[in-house]
C-alpha cells in the first residue's frame, strides 16, 4: 500500500500525475466539489453570522467511501485541487469532509502538470490558505442568499421558474440594453467617395477622407472630376511598428477561439482543462499575463532555433485587470518545443493558438513603412487620399496576428497593402471613380467573447466565472445565441468612368447576425423589474464593488461574515418590501389598438408558455392568441404585425386527403398533418409556405423517422431501440439509455432490453408492465 495519497479534482488529471509520482504515491479524485449547500431555506443560518450547513452531494457519496479507505492506509495525505479559491475550498471541504489531521495533510499547489512542478510541490507544501477559502464560501453563500430571495418575488409577480442572480442578472441587463440600443438605432446615409486609377498597369485605390452628408453634394463633386487630371500632390513615407499582444488570460483565450476557431466560451473552457489535465498548458483558469523566468527563457530558446535571434526580444507583461487575484502565469504550453498534441482536432488547434500566442509575446517587434499618397483635383481644392503599408521585418508576424472583435460604423471597407512605384507631380490615369451611400450602424449585438471582454472591463465576475454565467443565461432561456438574416436595403451608387455618368438603384442585405446573444422577452420583463425594485443587485459598479470585497477576503483584508451583512441588510428589506407590489404593476401588457374585423382589443403579453398576441379582453371567452415569432418584443411590437399572427393556424393544403396546417407555437412554427408534427426551419415562413413545400417537408419527415426506428416490443411499447446522433440507444419515457459496444442494437431481446435499463439505476424507469 503506498504512503503517500494525492486528492486531486479529475481522473484525467490523476492519471497523468500518477506517471510523474513513484510506487510510494497513490494519486486518486474527488471528481471536483464533494459538498455543497443543500437546497431550502436551512443550509444558511442568517441568524447566527450566516453559519452554512454542507452536505455531501448524492453522486458523491461513494467518491467519499473510496476517498475514507485511502486514507486510513496512508501516512500523508497532500491535497492537490487547484490553485485557485475554488480549488482551495475543494481541499478544505476534503479535509472536514475525510476528517484529516493538521499533523499528516498537506496542501500542495501547482499551475502546470509536468514532472517538474509536481516534484517542486510535494517538496514545498504549505498549509489550506482559510482567507481563500472564505472568499469562495462569501461568493458561494452570497449568491445563494440572492438567489434564494429574488427567484420566488419573480415567480410571484412575473412567472413561475424563474431564477435571479448577481452576475447573471448584471449579464442579462448587458444584453437587454444594447439590444434597445439597436432597436433605437436611427441609421445616419452619407456619400463615401472612392476612386482607382491606373499607374502602369497596377490599380491604386484612393479616397476622399470626408463623407458627403447628400446625394446632391457627391453628385456634384462626381460631374466636377469628369476630364479633371489628378496627380500626386505628396508622398509621405514613415517607419511604424506593431507590438504583439500578451500572452493568454482566461478572457483573452476565450475571446480569441471564438473569433478564430469560432469556439463557444464553454467549449473553449471545455477543451483547454483537456489540454491542462494532460500536461500540456499551464492552468487555464487565470487574469495574470505574467510568464515565469522559466517560461521565458524556453520560448528564448525555441524562437532563436527556429527564426534566429533578431526574432527574439524578452518581454514582462502587467497584468491591467486591478481586481487579478488567481495571478500566478498566463495560460501558455508546458514546452515551447512540442508544435503539437495528440488529440482531437479541437485540442490541437486550441493548443496550436495558445503556443502561438506565447511564443509572439516574446518576439520582436514588426518594422513597417507606412507611405500616406496625397492625389491632386484640377477642378477642386479637395484631394484623395491612398496609404500603403509595407513589412521591412516580419517580427511577431511571422508566427502570429491577434483578430479583433471591433465592426466598423458603416459599410466602409478599407485595406492597407503594397502601392506601385509613385512620384511627387506624377499624373495619374483614372479608371473609375465612384460615390456610394452608406449607412451607420448600431453598436454590435453581444458575442459570447465580446460579452466577457465586456464583464472583464468592468469588473464584473472573475476567470472562473464567465464561462458558467453565460452557460446559465441560456440555459434560463434569459437569451438565445442565433444567426438572424438581415433585411433588404436600397441605396444609391453613382461612377464616372470614361468620362460619363451613371447613377444606379441597387440594394444589399443589412443588419445580418451571424452567432449573437439575443434577449428574450422574459428577459426585458426580468430586466425592468430588477432594476426598478433591486437597483443595488444588478448595478454594474455595485457588482464590480461586490467582486472587489471577495479579493479583500481572499487576501486578508476583510471578513466575510461583515461583508455578507453590509450587504443583505438593505437587501432582506427591499425583498420585502417588493413582496406588496400588486403582479398587475408588474404586468408586461401592451395594448396595440383595435382589431378591424372585430373591434376587439389587441394586446400582448407573456403568457404560460411564452410572448403572444390576444384579440378580446381577459374575460371574454371567445378571445383568441397568438405566439409571437422570435425576434418580436412585447415592448415595440406594432398592431399590423400583431394582426399578421393571427393569420395562424393557416390552411396550407391537402396530402393523403387530410389537411395540412402551419403554425407557430411554444417551440417555433410547424406543419400539422395526420395529428403529426413538422419543424419548419428559418428557410420556411408559416404564412407563405406552399402545399408542394409543405408535402416534401412532410415526406422528409417520415424518412428521417423511419430510419431513426430500429425495433419496439409487444411486451412493453413505451421501449424503442432507436437511433441518434451517436448511434443507436434505448428510449423509455423521457429517459435514454446506452447500449453496450458488445450488443448489436437489431438483435436486442425484450429481456436484454430491461437488464441494460436496470444496470442504469441513476435513470428514472418507471414499471416495465405489459400493456394490455
Not at 518576439?363 to 484623395?384: C, F, H, R, W, Y
Request: charged letters at 35%; hydrophobic letters at 35%; one cysteine or more.
Amino acid at each position: 500500500m503506498s504512503k503517500n495519497l494525492v486528492i486531486v479534482e479529475s481522473p484525467a488529471k490523476a492519471k497523468t500525475i500518477e506517471g510523474y509520482l513513484g510506487k510510494d504515491f497513490k494519486v486518486a479524485s474527488s471528481y471536483g466539489h464533494v459538498r455543497d449547500l443543500p437546497k431550502g431555506d436551512k443550509a444558511i443560518d442568517i441568524q447566527n453570522r450566516f453559519k452554512p450547513t454542507y452536505e455531501v452531494t448524492p453522486d458523491k457519496k461513494e467518491v467519499i467511501k473510496q476517498l475514507k479507505s485511502l486514507v486510513k492506509n496512508a501516512e500523508t495525505v497532500y491535497l492537490a485541487s487547484d490553485d485557485d479559491r475554488e480549488g482551495e475550498a475543494i481541499s478544505w471541504h476534503l479535509k472536514e469532509v475525510l476528517k484529516l489531521k493538521d499533523e499528516n495533510t498537506k496542501r500542495i499547489v501547482f499551475r502546470e502538470i509536468t514532472k517538474n512542478a509536481i516534484t517542486k510541490a510535494i517538496e514545498n507544501p504549505r498549509t489550506i490558505d482559510y482567507d481563500l477559502v472564505n472568499a469562495q464560501q462569501a461568493r458561494r453563500i452570497l449568491d445563494r442568499l440572492v438567489g434564494f430571495e429574488l427567484s420566488p418575488i419573480l415567480w410571484k409577480k412575473i412567472k413561475a421558474g424563474l431564477s435571479a442572480g448577481r452576475v447573471q442578472s448584471v449579464a442579462v441587463r448587458l444584453i437587454v440594453e444594447r439590444e434597445r440600443e439597436v432597436e433605437k438605432f436611427k441609421s445616419k446615409s452619407a456619400y463615401r467617395i472612392t476612386a482607382i486609377f491606373d499607374v502602369e498597369g497596377k490599380s491604386l485605390a484612393a479616397e476622399l477622407p470626408k463623407k458627403f452628408d447628400s446625394q446632391e453634394e457627391a453628385e456634384d463633386f462626381l460631374k466636377k472630376c469628369i476630364g479633371a487630371e489628378f496627380n500626386i500632390q505628396n508622398l509621405e513615407k514613415k517607419p511604424g511598428k506593431k507590438t504583439p499582444a500578451a500572452p493568454f488570460t482566461t478572457s483573452t483565450l476565450q475571446q480569441e477561439a471564438s473569433r478564430k476557431l469560432s469556439f463557444s466560451v464553454a467549449q473553449t473552457m471545455s477543451v483547454a482543462q483537456k489540454l491542462y489535465e494532460a500536461g500540456k498548458i499551464t492552468y487555464m483558469r487565470t487574469d495574470s499575463t505574467n510568464l515565469s523566468e522559466d517560461a521565458m527563457a524556453a520560448a528564448k530558446d525555441e524562437i532563436t532555433s527556429a527564426y534566429g535571434s533578431e526574432y527574439h526580444k524578452s518581454r514582462k507583461y502587467s497584468t491591467k485587470s486591478e481586481g487579478a487575484q488567481e495571478a500566478h502565469e498566463a495560460i501558455r504550453p508546458t514546452d515551447f518545443s512540442k508544435h503539437d498534441t495528440s488529440g482531437d482536432r479541437n485540442e490541437q488547434r486550441l493548443y496550436e493558438l495558445i503556443w502561438k500566442r506565447a511564443i509572439a509575446s516574446q518576439m520582436a517587434d514588426a518594422e513597417l513603412e507606412k507611405t500616406n499618397v496625397t492625389i491632386g483635383i484640377s477642378t477642386l481644392p479637395q484631394t484623395l487620399t491612398a496609404t500603403g503599408e509595407v513589412i521591412k521585418f516580419e517580427g511577431f508576424l511571422k508566427v502570429y496576428l491577434e483578430s479583433t472583435d471591433e465592426e466598423p460604423e458603416d459599410d466602409e471597407s478599407t485595406e492597407k497593402g503594397l502601392l506601385p512605384p509613385l512620384k511627387i507631380g506624377q499624373v495619374l490615369d483614372l479608371v473609375e471613380m465612384r460615390g456610394r451611400e452608406t449607412f451607420s450602424r448600431p453598436a454590435p449585438r453581444y458575442t459570447e467573447a465580446s460579452l466577457v471582454k465586456k464583464l472583464e472591463e468592468m469588473g464584473i465576475g472573475r476567470p472562473s466565472t464567465y464561462a458558467p454565467t453565460i452557460s446559465t443565461i441560456q440555459k434560463r432561456n434569459y437569451v438565445i445565441k442565433e444567426s438572424r438574416e438581415g433585411t433588404e436595403r436600397k441605396y444609391t451608387e453613382m461612377k464616372i468612368s470614361k468620362g460619363t455618368f451613371k447613377k444606379e438603384n441597387k440594394t444589399e442585405i443589412a443588419g445580418a447576425d451571424k452567432n449573437k446573444l439575443f434577449p428574450t422577452n422574459i428577459a426585458m420583463v426580468v430586466n425592468d423589474f430588477l432594476v426598478e425594485h433591486f437597483p443595488n443587485v444588478i448595478d454594474f459598479t455595485f457588482t464590480a464593488r461586490v467582486e472587489k470585497e471577495f479579493d479583500d477576503i481572499a487576501q486578508g483584508g476583510q471578513n466575510w461574515e461583515d461583508m455578507i451583512q453590509n450587504f443583505y441588510g438593505a437587501f432582506h428589506t427591499r425583498v420585502e418590501e417588493t413582496a406588496n407590489v400588486a403582479r398587475a404593476d408588474v404586468n408586461s401588457a401592451r395594448e396595440l389598438g383595435v382589431d378591424p374585423k372585430t373591434g376587439k382589443k389587441v394586446i400582448v403579453r407573456l403568457g404560460k408558455f411564452g410572448p403572444l398576441a390576444q384579440i378580446g379582453e381577459q374575460e371574454d371567452e371567445e378571445k383568441q392568441f397568438a405566439s409571437l415569432k422570435r425576434g418580436q418584443f412585447i415592448e415595440n411590437i406594432t398592431l399590423e404585425d400583431a394582426l399578421e399572427l393571427f393569420k395562424l393556424p393557416r390552411d396550407v393544403g391537402q396530402f393523403e386527403d387530410k389537411k395540412i396546417v402551419a403554425a407557430i407555437g411554444r417551440f417555433g412554427p410547424y406543419l400539422r398533418h395526420d395529428s403529426k408534427f413538422v419543424s419548419l426551419g428559418k428557410e420556411h415562413d408559416p404564412l407563405s409556405i406552399s402545399e408542394e413545400e409543405a408535402i416534401e417537408l412532410i415526406k422528409a419527415k417520415r424518412k428521417a423517422d423511419a430510419e431513426k426506428h430500429i425495433k419496439t416490443f409487444e411486451e412493453n411499447e413505451e421501449i424503442q431501440i432507436l437511433n441518434g446522433r451517436w448511434g443507436p440507444y434505448i428510449k423509455f419515457g423521457k429517459n435514454n439509455f446506452k447500449i453496450p459496444k458488445d450488443k448489436e442494437a437489431a438483435e436486442l431481446t425484450y429481456a436484454e432490453t430491461i437488464e441494460i435499463i436496470e444496470n442504469q439505476p441513476e435513470k428514472k424507469k418507471g414499471r416495465f408492465t405489459k400493456k394490455k
